[in-house]
């Protein structure tokens, strides 16, 4: 899809405008159609004072608003955004327009900050995409964004299993009866015992066994997040129409010692969120999931499916 940067103001040969106090550009929140203008009226978008509109181009129209080209030039709107109040501010506004209009019609939300020098060139650029926004519309409508995210469990001692007297179970023991739960994910701790016997007469010993016990342990640990995270995954595909693994947020975003293992999105059929909620819940109960977190948000409008959303994001 042929859009501008994040920012600039675009010319009609694509290049940056220079912009002056009293000029304005056009504001795109979203793509939709047959959205009623009523619902947009109030509606404070990205400029208090001026009215967020509908823009008819082809068969559909954009959602649109006139914004001071000052104040969403490049360099202009980098610094507002690398405040993170202002960009909150930028994203719950540019997000309130779109839900208004996803309430009404089928939409099709645009990235923050997308912005044209005029209504002429706004439609001119999105009337060579329309064929492609009429066929992604009808990949979402009637559908929501459910957003998931699984951490490893802080602070918690990895859980005990009784030693096995027999020969190993088979991978496929491992599964559970119900379709949600696949996987028995637990951590066991390596023995003391023998670590504790070995201090008395090898103290270097030892202590290079407590190390590589500790390394040992962590090892596993992570292996039983990350397998219990895919488990969530496969069983939330299996309700989703479609899923979506986006980028994880490293524990500056996430939280010191809050380790994320999954940042999904999951396209589900109006009226089956009560089964993907009951899944998830489920698997929070489940055996061998003691040692992760789950996190729900949603409904949302399917941001994470608007382009390419079948297909896992870079890792």
């Known amino acids: 899809m042929t859009r501008p940067l994040p920012g600039a103001v675009v010319t009609p040969d694509g290049h940056q405008a220079t912009t002056t106090a009293t000029a304005t550009a056009t504001y795109v929140f979203a793509v939709c159609h047959g959205c009623d203008p009523a619902v947009l009226t109030g509606l404070a978008g990205q400029a208090a004072g001026a009215p967020v509109r509908l823009l008819r181009f082809g068969s559909l129209e954009a959602v649109v608003q006139d914004v001071p080209a000052e104040m969403f030039g490049e360099e202009a709107l980098r610094e507002r955004l690398a405040n993170r109040a202002e960009l909150e501010h930028c994203a719950r506004a540019h997000h309130a327009v779109v839900a208004a209009a996803a309430g009404r019609a089928p939409t099709l939300p645009l990235p923050l900050a997308t912005l044209y020098l005029s209504d002429e060139r706004a439609r001119a650029a999105l009337c060579e995409d329309e064929n492609r926004f009429r066929s992604v519309m009808g990949r979402i409508a009637g559908r929501v964004e459910w957003g998931v995210k699984v951490y490893a469990a802080p602070g918690r001692p990895p859980p005990t299993r009784p030693e096995r007297t027999g020969p190993p179970a088979p991978a496929a023991a491992t599964a559970t009866a119900t379709a949600q739960t696949t996987t028995t994910l637990t951590a066991t701790a390596p023995p003391e015992t023998t670590t504790a016997a070995r201090t008395n007469t090898?103290?270097?010993?030892?202590?290079?066994?407590?190390?590589?016990?500790?390394?040992?342990?962590?090892?596993?640990?992570?292996?039983?997040?990350?397998?219990?995270?895919?488990?969530?995954?496969?069983?939330?595909?299996?309700?989703?129409?479609?899923?979506?693994?986006?980028?994880?947020?490293?524990?500056?975003?996430?939280?010191?010692?809050?380790?994320?293992?999954?940042?999904?999105?999951?396209?589900?059929?109006?009226?089956?969120?009560?089964?993907?909620?009951?899944?998830?819940?489920?698997?929070?109960?489940?055996?061998?999931?003691?040692?992760?977190?789950?996190e729900v948000t949603g409904p949302w409008v399917p941001y994470s499916f608007v382009d390419g959303g079948d297909l896992d994001a870079d890792q």
Do not use: M
């Open 202 to 294: 090898r103290p270097g010993h030892a202590y290079l066994d407590r190390a590589r016990g500790a390394r040992r342990a962590r090892e596993e640990r992570q292996e039983a997040g990350l397998n219990a995270a895919a488990s969530v995954d496969r069983a939330l595909r299996d309700i989703a129409v479609a899923g979506r693994r986006l980028r994880s947020h490293d524990t500056g975003v996430t939280g010191a010692g809050r380790v994320q293992l999954l940042n999904a999105a999951y396209l589900v059929e109006k009226g089956r969120e009560a089964d993907l909620i009951g899944a998830v819940e489920l698997l929070r109960t489940s055996p061998g999931y003691e040692r992760v977190e789950l």
